[in-house]
C-alpha cells in the first residue's frame, strides 16, 4: 500500500462500521437496521488535523490536533491518531532516501484523547483506541461509554473482534468484590404495540 494511502485504510477500517456490534451487546433491537444500513466504505474518506507528520524511516504517519476522520454518514475523533504501517522486510531499516520504498500495508492504527466514534445511530467514547489489522480487533480502553438510543454501557475496556461482531467490555470498578460492568437497558417500546384495526 502506498503511504498516502494509509489514511484511506484508516477510515475504511475504522468508518466501515466495526464498532456497530455493540447494539448487540446493548440489546438494542434497531441493531438489524443500523447493520444493514451501515456506512458506505466506498464514499469519500476526508481526514483533517492541525498537523500530519510522516516517518518513513519509521514506517509511521501520527496525525496532532482534533483529528477528525469522516466518511459517509461515520466519523471518528481523536487528539492524536498514529498509523503504523508493516515493514515488508522485517527489522530492516529503510535505505531509500524517501523512505517508504520498506514500509507496507498497515499495520494498526493508534487513537489518543478524548476518542469518539459516532453515527447516527450510536457514540462510543474512550480515552486510547487500536485497531489491530492482522487480528481485525479494535481495544478501546479508559472510561469507555457506548451509547445507542437510550441503552448505555460503561467500563474500562471494550474490545471488538469485527470479524464474528463479538464485543466484550471489562471493567476495573468493584463491586460485590469483584469487578463490574454497568449497562442500562430501555426495551424496545414498539415490539409490544399493535397494529390498530383496520376501520370498515
Known amino acids: 500500500m502506498n503511504r498516502w494511502m494509509a489514511p484511506a485504510a484508516i477510515a475504511l477500517s475504522l468508518l466501515s462500521g466495526p464498532l456497530l456490534p455493540l447494539g448487540g451487546m446493548l440489546g438494542g433491537a434497531a441493531m438489524a437496521q443500523t447493520a444493514a444500513d451501515g456506512n458506505n466504505s466506498s464514499a469519500p474518506v476526508d481526514i483533517s488535523a ?4 510522516v516517518i518513513n524511516s519509521q514506517c509511521k504517519t501520527i496525525f496532532r490536533g482534533a483529528v477528525e ?10 487528539n492524536v491518531m498514529t498509523v503504523y504501517n508493516r515493514r ?18 498497515v499495520d494498526r492504527v493508534e487513537a489518543d484523547g478524548n476518542v469518539f466514534y459516532v453515527t447516527p445511530e ?8 487500536v485497531y489491530d489489522y492482522g487480528t481485525d480487533t479494535i481495544v478501546v480502553t479508559g472510561d469507555v461509554v457506548a451509547v445507542q438510543g437510550q441503552d448505555v454501557a460503561r467500563g474500562d475496556r471494550m474490545t471488538i473482534k469485527t470479524k464474528t461482531n463479538d ?4 471493567s476495573n470498578a468493584t463491586g460485590r ?3 463490574r460492568v454497568r449497562a442500562v437497558l430501555y426495551p424496545d417500546q414498539n415490539k409490544d404495540k399493535k397494529p390498530a384495526a383496520a376501520k370498515p
Open 167 to 170: 464485543v466484550k467490555m471489562e
Open 88 to 105: 515488508k522486510t522485517p527489522g530492516k531499516t529503510s535505505s531509500s532516501p524517501t523512505g517508504n520504498n520498506d514500509c507496507g500495508d
Open 50 to 53: 492541525d498537523e500530519q507528520e
Open 69 to 78: 476522520v469522516l466518511q459517509d454518514k461515520a466519523r471518528m475523533r481523536a
Open 177 to 179: 468484590g469483584k469487578t
Open 122 to 129: 450510536q457514540t462510543v467514547r474512550g480515552d486510547h483506541a
